[in-house]
């Protein structure tokens, strides 16, 4: 159904990216620091996240999404976005109690913060080189022209969550004293903290994991119906009959 109906596809990429946007993230954590200056915030966190999305979209769009999977680029972009999220998050705990002022504008590093918190996310690069890009498959199938509003009302749900997250925090910011403030500065510098080192470790784990899985697998052989085959990681038993058909079976390595 949803590949075939442009409407039911289109609600259905909303479902999906309010479903990520709402999930707390490094993006969400700067918002709601960058919301104490500026009840415009979250648009221009939402504009740095855009101008770092927009172009990876075009890339899939392309076909090149595949290099967003490399286990290297995974461990690459966790190392140097992770540490960038610690220093945000040791810079947020710093700077707890000089809020910037409004009429000093805020507009410029709240874009920046955007940019940052959105490329220093190893995990953003990996649900667009899965999830993300399987629905910019399904947008093309209806024509360049849909990628481009899959792109924009993607963005959109980005845009509203990010603005509306700093325009409440401008707004209450009244009713919470600077204890508050101190804890909630703090908390979203240990989320980018958090993030940060989580970022470094695990695409380090996973890559250990992936090479150790491999490692066994390509020296196995293939037992196929009691019969020893060839060796690799990737086998699929299937031996050739004469007029030509294919005789899949299960495949175990040994």
Same mark, same amino acid.
């Given at each position: ?5 442009? $409407?039911? &596809?289109? *609600?259905?990429?909303?479902? =999906?990216?309010?479903?990520? #946007? @709402? ?5 969400? !954590? ?91 996310? $190893?995990? &953003?690069? *990996?649900?667009?080189?899965? =999830?993300?890009?399987?629905? #910019? @498959? ?5 024509? !360049? ?105 299960? #495949?175990?390595?040994?």
């Amino acid at each position: 159904m949803v590949e075939g109906s442009l $409407p039911i &596809f289109l *609600l259905f990429v909303v479902f =999906i990216s309010l479903s990520g #946007v @709402v999930m707390p993230g490094p993006v969400f !954590a700067a918002t709601v620091a960058r919301g104490y200056s500026s009840k415009h915030a979250g648009a221009w966190i939402a504009l740095g996240h855009g101008a770092v999305e927009f172009p990876l979209i075009a890339l899939i769009y392309i076909g090149v999404r595949t290099i967003f999977e490399k286990p290297l680029f995974m461990v690459i972009m966790g190392i140097v976005g992770g540490s960038m999220l610690v220093f945000m998050g040791y810079k947020m705990i710093r700077m707890r109690m000089a809020i910037e002022d409004e009429r000093k504008g805020s507009s410029g590093s709240s874009l920046l913060a955007g940019v940052a918190t959105t490329a220093a996310n $190893p995990y &953003f690069f *990996l649900w667009w080189a899965t =999830i993300g890009a399987a629905l #910019v @498959v399904r947008a093309a199938r209806f024509g !360049a022209m849909i990628v481009a509003v899959f792109a924009v009302l993607h963005w959109v749900c980005d845009l509203g969550w990010d603005y509306l997250v700093a325009f409440v925090v401008y707004k209450m910011k009244r009713f919470w004293g600077g204890k508050f403030r101190k804890i909630v500065f703090v908390g979203c510098g240990l989320m980018l903290i958090g993030f940060g080192i989580w970022f470094i470790v695990s695409p380090l784990m996973a890559r250990g994991r992936a090479t150790s899985s491999k490692s066994e697998d390509t020296f196995g052989h293939v037992a196929c119906d009691g019969r020893v085959f060839f060796q690799t990681p990737y086998a699929v038993c299937a031996p050739f009959f004469p007029e030509g058909d294919v005789d899949p079976h299960p #495949v175990t390595f040994v």
